[in-house]
């Protein structure tokens, strides 16, 4: 079975361009998970999906950042106008439904980002 | 709400022991994770606990506290590909979030 798959692998952009991160999770699973990871921060959850639907986006910096889950099979984050302090790598994580061992997330193999 | 301590940086010698520690403070408790992340790449799954006491699997080993709020990853036989982050890892209550340490970045020497 294919892991979550993440696109692009790296995306060099411009100060105040559009960026679009894409992740195709897990079949099968309930839940998706983005999160950025910086050496200062470490790893921050920025949204969680459950059943497509959006139900922790506590940890989106501000309102430059959106993301979108139209089907089970795909979810985007984007960043419009990106800034230089949004260079990080982003991942995505997926996982089944449940307590206790269910809660292990897969994760992706990141979109290492930066904005110059 | 939630927090998680770890040593910032470790460094041990080829073929030793080191264990990573890892304090929690957790509104309900649901498990314990531990993840591996080498550079540049994904967190991977090392092992998880929810029952006091020592889980091995190979070479790693993981121990659990509840009543301390204490967990360590022991890493025998360490090998050059050890070199890696640890990640402690727990639910975050009812919100189906796993809150993230920031890791302990271990350094194995020759």
């Known amino acids: 079975d294919a892991g979550v798959i993440q696109s692009p692998r790296h995306e060099v952009t411009e100060m105040g361009q559009e960026v679009t991160l894409r992740c195709k999770p897990i079949?099968?699973?309930?839940?998706l998970f983005w999160y950025r990871q910086t050496m200062m921060r470490g790893l921050e959850l920025l949204i969680y999906f459950n059943n497509n639907v959006p139900i922790d986006d506590s940890g989106m910096p501000e309102d430059r950042f959106s993301a979108k889950m139209p089907n089970a099979s795909f979810s985007t984050l984007k960043i419009q106008p990106s800034e230089p302090r949004d260079s990080a790598v982003y991942f995505c994580a997926s996982r089944v439904a449940g307590a206790g061992a269910h809660n292990e997330q897969f994760f992706g193999p990141g979109t290492r980002l930066t904005v110059l | 709400g939630q927090n998680i301590d770890q040593p910032t940086e470790m460094t041990a010698t080829e073929g030793a022991i080191v264990q990573i520690n890892c304090t929690y403070q957790?509104?309900?408790?649901?498990?314990l994770f531990w993840y591996q992340q080498h550079a540049g790449e994904a967190p991977t799954f090392l092992s998880y606990?929810?029952?006091?006491g020592l889980e091995e699997k190979g070479r790693f080993s993981s121990f659990l506290s509840r009543s301390k709020g204490y967990s360590y990853l022991l890493l025998k036989e360490l090998q050059m590909k050890d070199s890696a982050s640890y990640l402690c890892a727990v639910p975050g209550g009812a919100t189906n979030k796993l809150i993230f340490g920031t890791g302990t970045l271990l350094a194995v020497q020759p």
């Open positions: 957790t509104s309900g408790f649901n498990g």
């Open positions: 606990n929810v029952l006091d």
């Open positions: 079949s099968g699973h309930d839940y």
